[in-house]
C-alpha cells in the first residue's frame, strides 16, 4: 500500500473512531449534566407578586444555566400543603421551595427573623444585615440543622395593617378578636387579648367571607385587591407594624445544594438575589395604583391606627421578641444580631430615609 493511501485511510478511521467515542460520551454526559429540581411553594399558583416570583426564579435559573438546570414549581397543595413546604425540602420530597420563614416557627423561634419580626427591619434594612452584618451565616446555621440551604428571594415591602369588619378605635377594640396573622406578630395581637390564627394564602378570603375570622392581614393592597378582601370586609387599616419589610425566602435542600458546582450554586444565588430586587420594586409599583382601586372604585375605608394603639402594640412587641431570645442559644445569637443591627439601623434611617420623608411631606411647590 502507498503511504500515502495508508495515512488517508488512518485518516478516515480515526476521525470514524473519534466520532464514535464523542457520540458515546460526550451524549450522556450532557444528559447527566442537566438537572430538574422541584420547587415548592406555599403560594396560590400564579398569585401576583408571591407565585408569580416564584416562577420567574425559576425561570431565572433555567435561563441562567442556559437550560442545564430546570426548575418545575408546584404551587401551594399540588404537591405539599402549603405549611409542609419546609419539611418537604428537608427530607427530600422536594429539592427547593420559596416561602416565608416565619411559617416555620414551630421549629424555630429563630426563623421569624429572617422573615418579620414586629417593629424590625425594612426591606432595604433586612438586605443589609443579611448580606452585609452576618445575617446570611446566622441563617445557614440555623437552617443546616434541617437539611437546608438558605437565601432571600423576594420582598413585599412594608405591609398594611389588614383587613377589619369592625373599626378598632382603641386596644380594647382587640380583645376577643379572630384575626389572621402568622409569625410572632400573631403572638403580639394574643399578648393584647386577641384570637390570632396563621392560616394559608388560599383559605383566608373563605374564612373571612363565612365568620370564621373577623379580620386578616395579608400583604398590601395589590395582594389585597387580587384576594378581593374589598368584597367581605369594610375597614382598611394601616400601617402594619407586623411585616415592615417581609423578606421571603428560597430554600434548597442541603444534599442537592452540597451536590451542585460551584457555578450552579452562583447561578442559583444570583438568580435569587436578582429577583429579591424585582419583587421589591414590582410590589412598590403596584401597591399605589391597587389602593387607589380600592378606595375610588370599591369605596374602602382607609382608617390609620391611633398613636395610641400602635404604642400598645409596641410594647407588647418589645415583650414577645425578648422572650424569644431565651427560646434556645441558636435563637439567642440570632436575637443579639438582629437586635444590633435594628439600634444601628434606626440611628441612621432617622437621620437619612426618616428625615427626607419628613422633608419631602413640607408644603412646597412640585410637580402636580
Known amino acids: 500500500m502507498k503511504r500515502r493511501d495508508f495515512l488517508s485511510g488512518a485518516a478516515i478511521t480515526g476521525a470514524a473512531t473519534a466520532?464514535?467515542?464523542?457520540?458515546?460520551?460526550?451524549?450522556?454526559?450532557?444528559?447527566?449534566?442537566?438537572?430538574?429540581l422541584k420547587l415548592v411553594t406555599t403560594w396560590p399558583k400564579n398569585f401576583p407578586g408571591l407565585g408569580t416570583s416564584a416562577e420567574r426564579w425559576a425561570q431565572r435559573i433555567t435561563a441562567m444555566s442556559d437550560g442545564r438546570l430546570t426548575v418545575k414549581v408546584y404551587a401551594a397543595g399540588e404537591l405539599v400543603p402549603a405549611f409542609e413546604a419546609f419539611d418537604a425540602v428537608s427530607s427530600g420530597t422536594a429539592d427547593m421551595y420559596h416561602g416565608a420563614e416565619y411559617y416555620w416557627q414551630g421549629k424555630s423561634k429563630a426563623f421569624n427573623f429572617f422573615a418579620a419580626v414586629p417593629f424590625g427591619l425594612t426591606a432595604t434594612e433586612i438586605n443589609a444585615w443579611v448580606y452585609h452584618a452576618g445575617g446570611q451565616q446566622l441563617w445557614d446555621e440555623l437552617s443546616a440543622g434541617f437539611n437546608i440551604k438558605p437565601m432571600l428571594v423576594a420582598n413585599t415591602g412594608v405591609q398594611m395593617g389588614g383587613w377589619f369588619n369592625k373599626e378598632i378605635n382603641a386596644v380594647e377594640d382587640y380583645k376577643g378578636l379572630k384575626i389572621r396573622i402568622p409569625g410572632l406578630g400573631g403572638e403580639v395581637?394574643?399578648?393584647?387579648?386577641?384570637?390570632?390564627?396563621?392560616?394559608?394564602?388560599?383559605?383566608?378570603?373563605?374564612?373571612?367571607?363565612?365568620?370564621?375570622?373577623?379580620?386578616?392581614?395579608?400583604?398590601?393592597?395589590?395582594?389585597?385587591?387580587?384576594?378581593?378582601f374589598y368584597k367581605v370586609a369594610k375597614y382598611y387599616y394601616y400601617p402594619g407594624f407586623h411585616e415592615p419589610g417581609t423578606a421571603l425566602s428560597g430554600g434548597v435542600n442541603l444534599a442537592v445544594w452540597d451536590s451542585l458546582s460551584d457555578a450552579d450554586?452562583?447561578?442559583?444565588?444570583?438568580?435569587?438575589?436578582?429577583?429579591?430586587?424585582?419583587?421589591?420594586?414590582?410590589?412598590?409599583?403596584?401597591?399605589g395604583d391597587a389602593l387607589a382601586t380600592l378606595v375610588n372604585e370599591h369605596g374602602v375605608e382607609l382608617r390609620k391606627f391611633s398613636d395610641d394603639i400602635m404604642k400598645a402594640i409596641g410594647d407588647a412587641a418589645g415583650e414577645v421578641v425578648a422572650e424569644v431570645a431565651a427560646e434556645d442559644p441558636m435563637?439567642?445569637?440570632?436575637?443579639?444580631?438582629?437586635?444590633?443591627?435594628?439600634?444601628?439601623?434606626?440611628?441612621?434611617?432617622?437621620?437619612?430615609?426618616?428625615?427626607?420623608w419628613t422633608a419631602r411631606e413640607l408644603p412646597y411647590a412640585y410637580g402636580q
Open 19 to 36: 466520532t464514535t467515542v464523542a457520540s458515546a460520551l460526550s451524549t450522556p454526559a450532557i444528559a447527566q449534566d442537566r438537572r430538574e
Open 265 to 287: 450554586k452562583a447561578i442559583i444565588e444570583a438568580a435569587a438575589a436578582a429577583e429579591n430586587d424585582y419583587t421589591l420594586a414590582e410590589f412598590n409599583t403596584r401597591n
Open 331 to 356: 435563637t439567642k445569637k440570632v436575637y443579639d444580631s438582629f437586635i444590633d443591627f435594628r439600634t444601628k439601623a434606626v440611628g441612621w434611617a432617622r437621620i437619612a430615609d426618616q428625615a427626607y
Open 189 to 228: 395581637l394574643r399578648r393584647i387579648g386577641a384570637a390570632a390564627v396563621s392560616l394559608p394564602g388560599g383559605e383566608v378570603f373563605p374564612a373571612l367571607q363565612s365568620g370564621a375570622i373577623d379580620a386578616t392581614e395579608w400583604v398590601g393592597p395589590w395582594n389585597d385587591l387580587a384576594f378581593g
